[in-house]
Structure formats: C-alpha cells, structure tokens
C-alpha cells in the first residue's frame, strides 16, 4: 500500500503548487504578465506564518489568515508601485521588472535576517492515521482539506460575486470592460490580492508541511507552479488545480521510483513538451494573431 | 566606403588596447586582482554579446543562456582535464558543443513566441543543469576541479571575435533578415524571410560565443559547479543585455563592463548589491524600458557612422 | 487562356473551428491582369489573401501559381514563388530605416551566404552594394529615395503605405496583392497612387490583385472584379456587368451604392 502512500504526498505536494499556480494564472490571464515575484510573495507567506506561530503563539489559523492578509497587501503594493506603470510596455520590460521585483524581494529578507533556514514549529498534531494499510499523517489531510476549502471560496469569488465577474470581464477584454464601466485598475489588483493571498496560504502550508523555511525558497516551487499553470493552461482556474495536482504526483513518482535528484528536471521536461505539444495546456483555448 | 574605415578603424584600436593592457601585465602594473576582474569582464561581454543576437537582433527571448555557457564550460573543461587537449582546441569543442545544444533547443522551442520561449528555454537550461548535476563523471554535485588556463590574451581574443562575428552578421542581409523578425514575423514571413532558419541561425550563433565563454570562465576558476550555471547566472546576462538597450550591441557590452565594475567593487556587500542591483533594473525598466541605448549604437552618437541604425 | 493563366484558385475554403469563413472560392488571373476583390465588410476579402499567401492553409481546394500547386506552403515560400503583398493594417519594420525596409524583401535574390558576410568576403561586398543599388531604385520609383535613412515609423502615414508597396515590389513578384492600399488616403493621394500603380505594373510586368473599398478606384481601374460577400464569391464580370449585377446591390445595399 506504499503507492497510496506516495500518491497522497504527492497531492499534499500538488495542492501546494496548486495554490501558487492559482496566482499565476490568474495575473497572466488579466495582464498577460509572468510574475516572477509571485514565488517571493509565497516566501513571505511562509516567513509571516513562522513569526505569527514562533513569536507571537498563535495557532495554525490564525497564522493562516494573518499571512494570507499580509500577503494580499503586499501583492497589491508590488502591483501598485511597479506593474503599474507596465501596462502598456513590452512583454520583455514587464518580464524583466517581475525579476527584478523578486531578486528585491528575496535580498531584501536576506539583508533583514540573514540567508539561514528557519525550522517552522510544529502547530499541527501528526498522527497517522492508517487507511487501506498506508500510513497517511493528519497532517496530509488537514493540508488538502484547507486547499479544498480556499479553492472552492476561490471558484465562488469569481463565479458568484461581482467582483469576480469583473475580473472574467477583464481578462476576456480590458478596453470593453472599461467602456463598461467596470473599474480595470482595482480589478487587478483585487486579482493581485487574491493570487498572493494564495501564495500567501500555499507558503504557512508548505512551512507546516515541510518544516524548513529560507528566503529562497519562494524560487524554485514559484517556477515549478508556472509550470503547473502552464500544464493546465494559462488563465484557466481549474487548469491551475489540475496542472499543480499533476506535477505534484509525478514529482512525487519520480523520487519514489528512486530518481530523487531528478526529480526537478521533471517539471521542466513536462513543461517543454506541454509546450511543444499543446502550448495551450489542458484547459487552454487556442488563440490565432490576427494579420 | 566610409563603413569599411570606421571598421578597420575600430579594429586597430581594440588592438591597441590588448597591447596596452598586456604591457601593463607584463609590466607588473596589473595585479593579479585587476587581470581577474578584466577577465572576467571579457567573459560577460561575450555572454552579453551573445545573447544580444538573440534577444536584442532577433527579437527571440531567451532566459536560458547560462544553460549554454554551462555546456561550453563542462566540455572544454572534459577537453582539458580528462582528455590532455590543448586549451585553445578545449574552447572550440566546448563551442561547438554548445553550439549543438543550441541547435537541438532552438528547433523544438523557437516555434513558440513571448513569454512561452522564455519559459521553455529557462526550462531547458535548468534541465542541462541537472543533467550535469547527475553525470558523476563530471564530478555531480561537487563539481569539476580545473587548471587555471585563461589569461588576458584568450579573453580578450575571445570577446573580439565574438564582437566581430556578430557586427559582421548583423550588418549583412542575414542580420537584416533577423531584424526584421524582431521587429514584425509576419511581415518578414511575407517578404520572403525564412522566419525558421534565421531564428535557428541566430540561436546557434549565440549559443556558440556563450559556450567560447563558458570555456573561458572554466577555466579562469579553479573549479565549476553546476549552481553556478542557474537561471540566476541566466538573469545576469539577460540584465546585461536589456540595461544596454535591446538591439544595441555597444550598449550591452557598455552594460557587461559597467556591472562588472559594480559588482566587484560591491563584492563585499553581497546583499546591499544584489538590492541596489534589483533596484536599479526595476527603475531603468518603468523609467526607460528601452534600456541605456535603446536600439542605437554608440558609433551612431559619436556620428562616425552615418545612420541610427544597427551598426557597430 | 490557359497559357496566360498565372494564379488559379479551385474551390478554396478555410473553416476556423466551426466557422467557414471562406468557401467555395474559385479565381483565376491572368498574366498583366489588374483585378479587384471587393466585398462588404467581413467578406472574407483578407482571409482570401492570406490564404493565397500561405499565412493561413485552405482547409479545402487547391491554389495553383504558375503552374505549383501552393496550398500548405510557408509564406516565405509563396514569396520566394513570386506572390508577394501589402498588409491592410500596415506592417512595416518600424525601428529600420526605409531603405532597410526595402533591402529585407530584396533579400531572396542576394546569393552571399552567412560565412561570406561573417568574414567579410567580396562576394558579400558585391552582394550588399548591388542590393542597395537595387532596393534605392525601388525607392526612387516611389518618391522615397530622399527618406532613405529616415526610420519607417517616422514617415508620414501616405509614405508608410507607399513604402510597404516598395516593399513587396522589392521582392520581386509576379504577381502583387495590395490590401486596401489607398486606406486612410485622400482623393489626390488616391489618385497619385493609382497612377503609380499602373506604372509599376507596366514598369514590372505584373498581375496585380487589390482589395480596396473605394468603388471608384476599383471601377476605374480594375479590368475584373471578383466579389466576396459572406465568405462566398457571389460575382465576378467587368466593371460593367458588376455594377448592373442584382446580387452586387444587394450586398452593398445599406453600405455604399455602387454608381
């Protein structure tokens, strides 16, 4: 019963992705941007999480909900000061912003406390729980049961609210939505506040669940949930949970199959082959230039 | 007419220059410390230059160009160490290694536009990377142990040549042909431009000078490893690259000497540098995206050349 | 008829998911023949042009130029086959200067190779001065020359549409598609370029084909006139027999009147 085992780590791993995926895709989708800072954001949602437990005694949810807030605010402040003015630049001097933007980020942190690790305390009891004899800790449970949750508030903010059919208007068409009355500036960044505070989420998450936290940790699973939103098709909500389940299970074969020090290239040989195959993902739509 | 001299003309004060700097080396003049940062320079002008051909000719976005050094780095340091070859022979397998790798990346991902190249070949540098992470032969992890082979003479060889073949290139009907894939695919295409081939040309031709320098950082250390070929290392060239100004190869070598400079000097503030760094970049792209040059070259301010142009 | 035959299109089609936005297209041009495609808007007039450029590949028929069949071709290829076009929404190289512009598209006959250009060569000398040579008279034709190391976006809107002519002339074509190419022109400009275009098609030798809208310009000048409504070819005729033709008003009828 170990491969039940691995495919519950590995949908711990993917639900994960999965939440900083939602992020992406959902800036790319209404400002056609790849924000390189998006894995940085879910740093800060980790550290935030780790001072909010360490320091100041407050339980999982608590911490929870102070780091996605946190990191909402932070995600509309990075929107507000440097995408901003992007809107109408070229794809090349957005991208290049966004890396600036997370290189600030991440040497910022390290200026203020240094470059070690931090051990996030333990919040959450592990017990196992034994399930059609696989050991399965409660910890893996809680973790998709709060990605579950977040997901589903996630699919009723932009399906059921005015907000969230502001930001479908957006992204389908930002000048007609305008001419529509809608307000594009604070759609965005109530986008940008929504995706960080996933980020946000995915970071406490990620500490409780791994247990080892840096200033640097935002870069590689920030690169690997694109590439999970990709897998999905850019733009697309439930592409992204899909995308980032996917890539988290197939990571988690790979090292399972004894190939642990492969386990990165994993990601990108799936993302250069999703797009050489069908750059549209999954959940994509073809789109055409028009000439 | 007038074009040849200003080309000959710069030709013989580059040579001017190497003589004058080996003078002052031989002389004693330039430390050890000095000759380590020119080097080094040398090395990042030709990783500007290279990915210039790419990015700032061809209009193809490239993030991946440490993947390419890092192939030029391991195989000539295979040449050297593991095979007995002579250093200048080392360099040109690494080259053509990487230029190969060039080739093979370039076909499958230079289909894809924007953003989704970028990210496909930042994926397939980091795939290089681990595959030199995992070949044990090549030391893993640990890295390769190499003799101190370069000096002034083949980095500076190394960024003229590179320099050279790129100002020819571009200056010719094959680098109009490029430009004008940068500037409109679709209207190239029409005119009779094989979109395809020219991207491929220019990907090959830029992954070839990036494993010349690749070879040359090799073995300027005295040992590589493969974190120092990240998509960090990528983004330092890329930064060369747009700072100078997209399109303008004075304006990434100016770019690659100037953060050369910077970075030595704040070598001992890792941290302050690398916030002053990406502050920098993130205020020259909201205050002027075209980067420090834009498209022209400093010839063209200079008015040695008649036109704006993309001329060196 | 046969042996002028220079373009022909058989029952050519292109459907985008479900939508058939062109069917059933059938034309033929003959050597030194001024046609025009006219149609109301979303005709389907550009979809045909970039069908018989290779930037979209029918979905049905077959397009045969000078003989080769050209369906699935790459519009390079097409180009280089001799079809080469102007672009509705002008395309031009905005950062190169106008006669770079003009070079880009003399480019096919060059025969100097990367190597030759990478070591300086004579042959790639010879090559670069004999396509400025060239690609200078091309401008000179259009009045052009004095704007030579201007960049193309600098150029006045009038020039930008003459210089995209220049262009695609540059490419030495036989046969010329000009998309709306007095778009955004005033009537003495309209007038001046439609002289020019007969110049150049006597100057060249060509067939040309021409969307426009303007309804004088196309009666005027055109020999035949094939027109597109809906996807579909409703008429083809002389200026005579369109203009007299029911299904023709019809189209138009609520647009323009056709005089």
Redesign the interface.
């Known amino acids: 019963m170990e491969w039940l085992q691995q495919l519950v780590n590995g949908i711990s791993l993917g639900s994960i992705y999965a939440l900083i995926a939602l992020g992406y895709t959902m800036v790319y989708g209404i400002i056609k941007l790849i924000n390189f800072a998006h894995g940085d954001v879910f740093m800060l949602g980790a550290f935030i999480g780790f001072y909010a437990i360490a320091r100041w005694d407050l339980g999982f949810f608590p911490a929870l909900i102070i780091a996605m807030l946190l990191c909402a605010i932070i995600g509309v402040i990075i929107e507000r000061v440097a995408y901003k003015r992007l809107r109408n630049a070229t794809r090349i001097a957005a991208l290049i912003t966004a890396i600036g933007v997370s290189l600030l980020i991440e040497n910022t942190v390290i200026y203020f406390r240094g470059a070690s690790p931090e051990a996030y305390p333990e919040v959450l009891s592990n017990k196992s729980i034994s399930i059609f004899g696989a050991n399965i800790s409660s910890q893996s449970i809680m973790i998709l049961g709060v990605t579950i949750v977040l997901m589903i508030l996630l699919q009723f903010i932009v399906h059921k609210t005015k907000i969230g059919k502001a930001m479908r208007a957006v992204s389908h068409d930002p000048d007609a939505a305008r001419l529509m009355g809608i307000n594009v500036d604070n759609t965005i960044s109530a986008t940008f506040a929504i995706g960080s505070a996933l980020a946000g989420a995915a970071g406490v998450i990620f500490g409780v669940y791994y247990t080892r936290i840096d200033p640097l940790m935002g870069v590689l699973p920030g690169l690997k949930a694109f590439v999970a939103a990709v897998l999905g098709g850019i733009g697309s909500i439930p592409g992204a949970m899909v995308g980032g389940l996917v890539l988290g299970v197939v990571e988690t074969v790979v090292s399972a199959l004894g190939y642990s020090l492969w386990r990165d290239a994993a990601a990108f040989v799936i993302l250069i082959l999703i797009l050489i195959l069908k750059p549209s993902g999954i959940f994509g739509k073809n789109t055409r230039e028009k000439v | 007419m007038k074009k040849s001299k200003v080309f000959w003309g710069l030709c013989l004060l580059a040579i001017i220059f190497y003589a004058v700097v080996q003078v002052m080396i031989s002389g004693g003049i330039l430390d050890m410390y000095y000759q380590s940062i020119l080097i080094q320079m040398c090395i990042n002008i030709m990783l500007a230059v290279s990915l210039h051909i790419i990015i700032g000719i061809t209009g193809q976005f490239s993030i991946g160009h440490a993947g390419f050094m890092a192939v030029g780095a391991y195989f000539s340091a295979i040449a050297t160490m593991k095979l007995g070859l002579p250093f200048p022979v080392a360099i040109l397998i690494g080259a053509i290694v990487a230029a190969l790798a060039g080739l093979l990346v370039g076909i499958p991902s230079l289909r894809l536009k924007g953003d989704y190249l970028a990210i496909a070949t930042l994926g397939f540098a980091e795939i290089i990377r681990i595959i030199f992470l995992n070949v044990d032969y090549v030391g893993g992890a640990a890295g390769m142990v190499i003799t101190n082979l370069s000096n002034w003479t083949y980095a500076f060889m190394g960024v003229f040549v590179t320099i050279l073949v790129i100002a020819n290139f571009t200056n010719s009907r094959h680098g109009r042909g490029c430009i004008s894939i940068r500037e409109d695919e679709i209207a190239a295409d029409a005119m009779g431009i094989n979109t395809t081939y020219y991207k491929v040309v220019a990907f090959t031709i830029g992954s070839f000078f990036a494993g010349v320098a690749g070879a040359i950082y090799a073995h300027n250390f005295f040992i590589i490893q493969p974190t120092t070929f990240g998509f960090l290392k990528s983004f330092d060239i890329l930064i060369y690259v747009v700072l100078g100004g997209l399109g303008s190869l004075s304006g990434s070598v100016i770019a690659a000497i100037f953060l050369t400079v910077v970075s030595a000097y704040l070598s001992g503030y890792p941290e302050e540098r690398m916030i002053i760094y990406s502050l920098v970049l993130i205020i020259v792209m909201l205050y002027r995206p075209t980067g420090l040059l834009g498209t022209k070259e400093i010839t063209s301010l200079f008015k040695f050349g008649k036109r704006g142009g993309s001329k060196v | 008829m046969t042996a002028n035959l220079l373009l022909e299109a058989e029952n050519v089609g292109i459907q ?1 998911g479900g939508l058939k936005a062109v069917q059933s297209v059938n034309m033929h041009l003959n050597k030194g023949e001024l046609i025009g495609l006219i149609g109301p808007n979303g005709a389907g007039k ?1 979809t045909t042009f ?1 069908m018989l ?1 290779g ?1 979209y590949e029918p979905t049905e028929g077959i397009i045969t130029f000078d003989g080769k069949k050209i369906n699935g071709l ?3 290829q097409v ?2 086959l001799g079809i ?2 102007t ?1 509705q929404n002008i ?7 106008v006669l ?1 512009n003009v ?3 003399n ?2 006959k ?1 025969k ?1 190779g ?1 190597f030759a ?4 060569l004579p042959s ?1 000398f010879a ?2 001065a004999k ?1 400025e040579e060239e690609s200078i008279e091309f401008l000179k034709i259009f009045g052009l020359d004095i704007y030579k ?1 201007e ?1 193309a976006k600098n150029l006045p809107y009038g020039m930008q549409r003459r210089l995209e002519i220049a ?2 002339l540059a ?1 030495k074509p036989k046969l010329l598609l000009l998309d709306e190419p007095a778009a955004g022109m005033n009537p003495q400009e309209t007038h001046d370029l439609m002289e020019l275009i007969a110049f150049i098609r006597k100057e060249f030798d060509l067939t040309i084909l021409l969307i426009e809208h303007d309804m004088h310009l196309v009666m005027g000048v055109c020999e035949r006139i094939y027109v597109l409504d809906h996807g579909q070819l409703i008429a083809d005729g002389t200026p005579q027999e369109i203009r007299s033709n029911p299904k023709v008003i019809e189209a138009y009828l609520g647009e323009e009147v056709v005089e």
């Not at chain 3, 395309?91 to 200067?97: E, G, V």
């Open positions: 985008f550009t970039n450029t930037v790459k519009p390079y180009t280089k080469s076009r672009f395309r031009l190289f905005k950062d190169l200067s770079d070079k880009v598209a480019h096919n060059a100097h990367i250009s990478i070591l300086r790639h090559g670069e396509m190391d960049m262009r695609a490419a």
